[in-house]
């Protein structure tokens, strides 16, 4: 006889607000492959995303409102939001007066204010937040993080060339702000995360033709450490290139988030490099971070270990973002 | 005011029967992906398998034993099964008897009769099956069909690295016929899928030290269309290239899934090829195949599409694994 | 009966001055491959270069005082040489004096002041001078460039990273001098190659521990384009990485000087490239671009052609590497 | 004041017979980058490659018939000869009489029976041979060496496929005997030297509408040791791979001779693999080979090494072509 299954040791109501393709593609599979996530409700105001959605998570409430939503689900232990900015303040702020954690895609909001308004909040009112910067959980960062610690690296660059979108979105009224706030925002917190705070910043933009943007950076941090970020949306597609180097001069690449090169520690040579490629039959969504930044945000609530970025955190990204704006404007 | 999700226009109920890794894994986030699909139940020997998964499918039955499931789930419509080969064939068989189609892992049976055994049983009861060979669904292998049609290649090669597993396993007797039923049959499938059924197979075998074996084998098609295949599972880590070659010359290669090369074909000249790579942040299931082969299945089901490779299609297969067999002992 | 052969239409009498590894391993097999060339003396003041290099080229007069060389060897027509900034100097004075063409290795000229001095000595006495560049004539940066017209390129990259030597060296009393005559103008030439001179430029650098130094550039050009350049000579081998934009958005990639990656042209798809890679039996100086700029200088010397950059071309180059220094000090 | 260089410690005068391309520019730059080689005659049938090469080898005499330049040059200790299988045979023939040494390139004769002939002929007078396969010289194939000893490599296969030439040639009057005594040549060549000599061949054939051929080979050998080789002339470019394996399962791929990659030794753990690659300015002839193969010929005159294959050597590879040729005719 068929028994249902008790409930595990740890669980917790989820709602999932926003259900794009990026919500439904990349951070549902994931949620729904944690164990104790029980997605107890999904919002989102387009029927079709909605209808979509629910068709794939049998038994959760369906809302067009989040406010309703909010309102209504009292069990709500979390909620995942993937919205546009001044939405995702919004529905944070809502749903950390109610003691909801909160996990909110990039960016978290339109300005440096809001964004600090929202970490205070957060702060006094102790709730767990983490910013969806999946390239801190990607499968080659880490394997990078492994071979050359990021706390002890000279040097680290970026190269991330998009293939848009391009132009003003989310009524920003600035093309450079949209810019800014969906590409140069993921290599920004990348290179805080391996370097920490930056002492000067430097910036200059190529504007395209055909209305793209290419922003070459520089940051200097404490003790002389340097990294140099180009950041474009004018490419076909999307490329992804970072090094760091350590003070012994070892380099590591990576290569389209697909390989890792080490150069330099070979006990076969100076011409012998170390290479990680991922499995062949690799699946799922730890490649690309989903899965980790999601995980990360879930462990921080079931047993208090550590959700980063916060909203707190957030802020320092935020400030290089509004220096580099000032400087290419 | 929230409101339960009206069913889909079609819909289907589900027993997923093997909980182990794979179907967790690989299978499970696929199917919670496909819209109409309702997991209705999900069975496993190993309670430990069965209370992990469970707590990834809210409202799912949990069973240990198949046949009270097959016995009790009325409403059952298909099951995707991910066990032993010989437990494949007898759950295969009870589930046809009632008219549920089938989508078996392979090796779907342990010997050449009992498949032959099953596909009768398969036609006489019009009932749609399906063995999973990702392969054949592999965003790779995809595009190499996009680009040279399997069906007019002149050469078709494949060389085959696992890591293991090795020796005897399945109860099979034989570490040479698990080699045959867990490694080569990949391989055998994929080049039946480009060139048919062969005229003639050669093979030869390298027995290595650690117990791992490595196969040489030569299969012949009509018109003397050509396929090399090297299997091992001495490698110490999974690799993959397959080779395909139209009568013009021009050259496909599949590098450990990863990338596709073609060659001959760039209008910049001889030295220039044309490579396809997935996007950095590719996630989920489709590069592996496994959302691939689940979404043929249960269009099949829902609207007659085609799924295969079938169980009668299978019997191909099998008969140059005995081949191979026959020639390597 | 044998017979001696004839002379060609054109010939000419070079001597090679600097006998060092690097010009009888790159500059004279090149040269005993230029029909016409006739290798009439060589020199050096080391016994053991001047022995190894003459052991290779039968019938070449061995010379250890260049002074002594130029004064002696009537029939000269133009000199190869390879030493360090002052001596190029003080050669090139003395050959231009005497009407001799001179190919100079870089840096030709230890100062600003002094290359400009030589420069209009070239001017006055109608001298054919060439500074050797050899990454202008790579093969890779010559796919580059029949890809992407450089001269329309909104972008050009380039990521230089060396395993020294670092430190000072040819008395230049500074160790960021002597990095900038032998590493960071490789990288200068190619950038003002392909973007022309530029309108700005900054830089930052990072002091390494093992006493390298890492420099990380940008240079700003009318209508905004603008190139990014990031030198170092902290590697543990020698790596080049150079990307050049359209206006439209294609990428063109040089990876390592070993293949050439062309992002947004393929008739495929998005994920599709293309991609240059030499003949596994490529063999020759042609890859480095050793024979090419030996090439152009003697065509331009027998048939009136372009040999460039000339030492006034240079100027530009030595005026950005100063204002690099005046920015790093 | 100038003065002539002495003679070297060891000096041979040479006669470089056959001045195509691939004499012309693959051995000639070799040639004179070996210390005590001195090219005293050149000899070609055609005028215009003799006026080419006489005009990079000054001071060589210059003949069209090797029959009179063998008996003029009485200085003559070896030669060099590229030219065609029947002419090899004939021109080694008169050399060996005349106690000459000789490097010739593959094939270095059109049947078994005529280099057993010439094999014996070089035994009884002592004569030092060496066929041209220089892919044994390849940078790539001396780093596999290194990481596996062919001697204990359990399996090593090689696919070979090159754009040409097709269909018969040198008078063969077969365009299967050109195939194999023009590309398998190469590949069996480098799996002997790998493996030994093997215990059974079998091979079969794809013929091209195009007039190519393509041929799947295996090699047994004792200790159940095995190649698979797949060699084509079907490409649109030349393209080469070799993968050997050691009895622990370690694999090293040598990918187009421009990459070594070493699987499963890496202290990093499974999925890092070690790989090796030129330098971005590797210039010259090692990396294919020739500078190598006449390196070695040369140090076996001057100072008694070892000169492999040599024509005695080279039987065993005739043999396995000759089987070859028997089961795909």
Partial sequence: MATMQRSDPWSIDVALI????HARLDLLPCLTQ?????????????EKHLSATSALVRGALTYQDYRVLLAERESLGAIVVAATPQVHSDIAGLAMARGVHVFVEKPPAASTPELTRLAGMAAEKNIITKVGHNLRHSAAYLELCNVVDPGTATIFDVRYITSGPRGDR?????PIRSFLLSHAIHVVDLVLHALGEPVAVSAN????ENGGLLVSGRLSFPNGRLSTIVIGDVGTSFQFDAWAMSSEGL?????????????????KGRRWSEVWTPRPLEAGHKLAGYAGELEEFFAAIASGGRSSPSLAEEIATYKVIDEIHAQIQ
């Fill in 18 to 21: 926003g259900c794009g393709d």
């Fill in 170 to 174: 989310w009524n920003l009224n600035s």
């Fill in 34 to 46: 944690i164990e104790g996530v029980r997605i107890d409700a999904i919002c989102d105001t387009d």
């Fill in 251 to 267: 380099i590591v690449h990576i290569d389209s988030l697909r390989s890792v090169w080490c150069k330099g520690l070979s006990i």
């Fill in 205 to 208: 933009a190529c504007h395209f």
